[in-house]
C-alpha cells in the first residue's frame, strides 16, 4: 500500500516547457499578432495562474498514468536531480531510488485526482496541492492530500519535492 502511494503521489511532476516565454509576444510582434488569451494571460495574474494550473493538472495526469504503468522515462525527466519525496509513513526516497522502485501497478483499479489548488507561484517555482483517491481491484480507496513543489531548471518545470499525507 504505501509503495503504491509513495510511486503514485511521486509522480505529481510538470513540465511547463517555456510557458512563460510563450505568453510573451515576440520582440518584433504587435498586439494585434497576439491572440486574446495571450494578452488577458499577460495582463491578468489571475488567468497566468489558471493557465498554469491548468498545464500544471494536465501533466500531473500523465504522470500518475506512467507512474501505473511503470513508465520511468517520463518519470526521469520530469524530476530535478535533487528531488526528495516523504511518503504518508513519512519515509523519504531520492529521484534514483524512485526510479529504480517504479514497477507497473497491478493492484489499483482506478485513480483519479481532485481539488487541486496552486499554492504559490513565482518566476522559477510553483507549488501545487491536490487529493489523489485510489481505488483497489479489491474495492478498497484511498485518499491522500499530495503537496509537489517545482522548480524551473532549462526553462522547464521539474518536480523537486513531494510531500504525502493520507486522509482518514
Not at 42 to 63: F, G, I, S, Y
Amino acid at each position: 500500500m504505501k509503495s503504491i502511494l509513495a510511486v503514485t503521489a511521486l509522480f505529481a511532476m510538470l513540465s511547463l516547457c517555456n510557458l512563460s516565454d510563450k505568453m510573451k509576444p515576440a520582440a518584433n510582434s504587435t498586439p494585434s499578432n497576439t491572440n486574446s488569451n495571450e494578452r488577458r494571460a499577460e495582463t491578468d495574474p489571475a488567468a497566468d495562474r489558471e493557465a498554469v494550473k491548468a498545464e500544471l493538472m494536465k501533466l500531473e495526469n500523465e504522470l500518475t498514468t506512467a507512474s501505473f504503468n511503470g513508465d520511468i522515462s517520463v518519470l526521469a525527466r520530469n524530476m530535478a536531480e535533487n528531488y526528495v519525496g516523504t511518503s504518508a509513513d513519512g519515509t523519504t526516497q531520492t529521484k534514483n531510488q524512485i526510479l529504480s522502485a517504479t514497477k507497473p501497478d497491478k493492484m489499483t483499479k482506478f485513480w483519479t485526482i481532485t481539488d487541486a489548488q496552486l499554492v504559490s507561484l513565482s518566476g522559477d517555482s510553483a507549488v501545487l496541492s491536490y487529493i489523489q483517491t485510489q481505488t483497489l481491484r479489491n474495492n478498497q480507496t484511498y485518499r491522500a492530500r499530495i503537496t509537489d513543489t517545482f522548480v524551473k531548471q532549462g526553462g522547464r518545470w521539474l518536480i523537486s519535492a513531494e510531500q504525502q499525507t493520507l486522509i482518514r
